[in-house]
């Protein structure tokens, strides 16, 4: 990590505070038998709520190693009866979409793909590039997030699994990557043109600020499980068991199950000077799975991500011409604090925030990410 990334800082020996962030998690998330106990905890957890129901939790898939190994997990390991649920919003690589459908097939796991609206996604992915912010792909991240509980009130599930581990992904800068509904919503409000659909418990479509959180945690009682905080999680060793298991196929790059993320790596070197592995490959040098010297090597060059004929065809499906596009990224770059949104709110209940992440009522890197990952 260096300081591309706003608000970090540095100890006097050299230890930056993600690092500080990622020991403190590392001792609060033992991994070997500690670790397996806690899963096992949490799989009895879920299987006594969905007693009488069809599922015991809602997992998050998208075709990529990271929920692909979870839901491979809670069904051969943990028994579970997991409905996979994936949110397309028309960017989805066409690679990761068989991989879901191959691993529910033969793991036995019903596949539910939730589709936004095609206008209001557009419209989004539109506004956000005029709103001239890195997190240009904050629809969606919403729209996963709102899929998932949507869901889960829907067939009354009390338990929603993410494939996330911190000590192979890291947490990124809250500046790069904020999640905010009223945000989303100050945005849309400035450049957007679609209306978005009101929030309904089963159908929230593009909303979730804080209200909406409160009826998710606490009047529907829904927990937030992020499995692989847990376990011995060495991708190499996923990528192996994931192709003998299940016949995966990687999409090519980490988080190239979405093809929109070649146009957002792209405008993020160009326009914000961020290189989103930086704190991806940071992660993976602290846990051991990379050496310092190979990331600063791959950070050197352009990342493989940035495929040009995937950024034309993004480009294209928004609509937008190269000339149009071309002058958005010539825009002063903003960020968050630019528009409306909640962070000071967040600010006033950082207590309960902590208390909520403890307790699995949201994911448990939420009070880092927004208080102890820079500004």
Known sequence: MDTTAPGITFDAQGNCSFCTVHDRMDVNFPLGEAGLRTVRQQAAQMRRA??????????????GRDSTYAVWYCVTQLHL??????????????????????????????????????RESKDLKIAFLKASVPDMEEGTDLGIATALYGVAAKENIRHVVIGQSFRTEGIAPLSWNYLDGRYLRAVHQQYGTVPLRPWRPNNPGFNLGLKEMFYYAFVRRIKTITLLYHLDYVRNDVDQLLVRELGWQNPGAHYFDDLYQSLIYYLNRVKFNIDRRLFNYSALVRSGQMTRDDALDRISRINSIEDDAVIALCIKRLGLTRAEFDAMVATPPKTFHDYANSYAVLRLLRGPIWLMSKLNLIPESAYDKFFNCGT
């Open 50 to 63: 969905g007693r009488g129901q069809r599922y015991d939790c809602v997992l998050g898939v998208s075709g």
């Open 81 to 118: 009866r997991p409905l996979a649920v994936h949110f397309n919003d028309g960017f989805g690589n066409p690679v990761a979409g068989e991989n879901m459908v191959r691993t529910c097939q033969r793991l036995g796991v019903e596949l539910r793909t939730i589709t936004s609206d095609w």
